[in-house]
């Protein structure tokens, strides 16, 4: 994923948050909804299950695409989305990289529920970064990153999802997207990021398949961690936004999800809000410093996985799933 520049942001966000609910003053547009109760048909997301997923892919190696530990994972997304109960989709695409590189990629879809026409796509890259380009020792720019926060938090988080999806039915159609080459781009070059997605967009994973909405979880596992509200899924889809806002809240997880703006990132959910989709992205954001520190470092690591944060963002999406 690529962040824009800040000063855009805050001129994009004057020109167009102007309009504040009476009760709200942080320029999102949003009131607060006051914590409840949790209801007792909402699962209880499970973090430890969900750290299991993430370690899982980590001792596996980076995934960086045409590796061994890239295939590999790659195998073990989709046997667990069987496993659980989904009807599994590949897609496999041969996608040329920016510098010229033919990645072996491989989306790997899983639908729960099929027959009903309302789909809830959720979606994590599964791919690590090749290089470790932010890393404050020049030395390691060139080792690939293990992807612990960027890439397998996401794809654990949802995988966890799936689980209590096969414990408990919703009774809505809800689809799962492990979206693979999002994390082989150049800085300043926005086509180059999130090519898995752009893949699944222009070659339907079967015919007529359209999702109602999308929710992007990106690098939702870190210590420290906080969820503003991302620049384009506010601006495309602020129904969308307030409602997983308003129930990380009433989950009691307000903390981690402010009702600010963050930063303006191209990631996957661009890819779906430009075929006309609302689409949102959780991802963590920083005022002071922007991504989490680890991104696109060595020390994005098993180490510096919170299972706090993890609870807060699977907690929200279960509640808005299941409410």
Known sequence: MRLHSILLILTLCLASCGAKSRNNTDGTGMSDIPASESSSNIPSFDADSAYCYLAMQVKAGPRVPNTEAHKKIGNYLSAELKR??????????????????????????????????????????????????QDPDPEKHRQ??????????????????????????????????FVDAEDWGEENNDDSWAMGARYFINNPIKPGYLPSRVIV??????????FPIEYFSQQNS?????????????????????????????????????????????????????????????????????KATLKAVGSTLLRYIYE
């Open 217 to 226: 979880a990106d690098m939702v596992g870190g210590k420290n961690a906080k």
């Open 84 to 133: 659980h109960g989904a009807n599994v989709i590949e897609q496999a695409a041969d996608l040329k990289a920016f510098d010229g590189t033919m990645l072996s990629a491989r989306n790997i879809f899983g639908e729960f529920n099929p027959d009903m026409d309302d789909r809830l796509l959720l979606v994590a890259h599964y791919d690590c970064r090749p290089w470790a380009d």
């Open 144 to 177: 690939p990153v293990e992807g612990a926060n960027d890439g397998a938090s996401g794809t654990a988080l949802l995988l966890e999802i799936a689980r209590q999806l096969s414990l408990q039915n919703p009774q809505k159609g809800i689809d799962i997207l």
């Open 238 to 306: 602020p129904d969308l936004t307030a409602k997983i806002w308003n129930c990380a809240v009433s989950a009691g997880y307000g903390d981690y999800f402010p009702k600010r703006m963050g930063g303006a990132i191209t990631d996957d959910h661009v890819e779906f809000i430009k075929a006309g989709i609302p689409a949102i992205d959780i991802i963590e954001y920083h005022e002071d410093s922007g991504f989490d520190p680890d991104w696109h470092t060595s020390h994005d690591t098993l180490e510096n996985i919170d």
